[in-house]
């Protein structure tokens, strides 16, 4: 953990802690030279890569809760089909 007074050391690692791995040398030098906007831009950029992942995430759980939904659906028509209630409407 970064000492209170080393602003370079606390910032490694909030970049470490927000998935920048080995933070670039590049990204250092923006905020030693001042170069906040330039800065702002490459968090904000990982900011969308991570927000990119998670809405894949978001899109394959999506997925999984149709195909479970689908699956108990058949279950519930197979068990209707195999009561005898073939003929009979059954709303599922």
């Known amino acids: 953990m970064a ?3 080393d602003q370079r ?3 490694l690692e ?6 920048i791995a080995a933070p670039e040398a ?8 001042g170069r906040d906007a330039e ?4 968090l904000q950029a990982h900011r969308s890569e991570l927000l990119s992942g998670i ?16 699956i ?3 279950k519930k028509r197979r068990a209707a089909e195999s009561s005898g209630l073939d003929g009979q409407k059954v709303r599922i």
């Not at 909030?14 to 998935?19: Q, S, T, V």
């Not at 809405?55 to 689908?70: K, P, S, T, V, Y």
């Open 72 to 74: 108990e659906r058949m």
């Open 3 to 5: 000492e209170v007074h």
């Open 14 to 19: 909030n970049l470490e802690d927000a998935g």
């Open 9 to 11: 050391g606390i910032l």
């Open 26 to 33: 590049r990204l250092l030098r923006l905020t030693e030279e």
């Open 39 to 42: 800065f702002f831009r490459a």
């Open 55 to 70: 809405r894949e995430r978001q899109r394959q759980i999506d997925c999984l809760d149709f195909l479970a939904h689908r």
